[in-house]
């Protein structure tokens, strides 16, 4: 039992892409790699295999590519980035010579830009169907 199967949707705010591979394993073993945005799902995704499938080890990818064009405004989640800067206080005052991280790196850190609810609903709706 092998397969591949690739599956997209456009939205107004961008592509979803689902690809996924399997290979015969005797039990079911699936192996998620999702962006951080639609890791809620998961659970949700593992319990919709077990309810299709019985065994076989599949690596499961999700792919989100925005739209250039997308009018949204990005929301940045000011509780986490006080945690953040917090962290880096202690690191720094315990480690001498730390090194302090780009904006652009703290921008990528899981949760520091938010989405917002309508848009990550549907996407959400997307991603589990």
Known sequence: MT???RQEANTE?????????????RYLEPN?????QFR??????????????ARGKLD??????????????????TNILKQLNHALSEISSNIEHSAKPSSLEIL???????HTEADKGELMKLCVS
Request: proline share 3%.
């Open 60 to 77: 499961c990818s999700l792919k989100w590519q925005a739209n250039d064009h997308a009018n949204e405004d990005i929301a940045i989640n």
């Open 40 to 53: 809620e799902a998961e659970g949700q995704l593992r319990e919709q295999l077990r309810k299709k499938l």
């Open 13 to 25: 705010g961008g592509t979803l892409t689902w690809e996924i591979r399997s290979v015969n394993h």
């Open 3 to 5: 397969a591949f199967a």
């Open 32 to 36: 998620f790699r999702i962006p951080e």
């Open 108 to 114: 990528q850190w899981p949760g520091v830009i938010e």
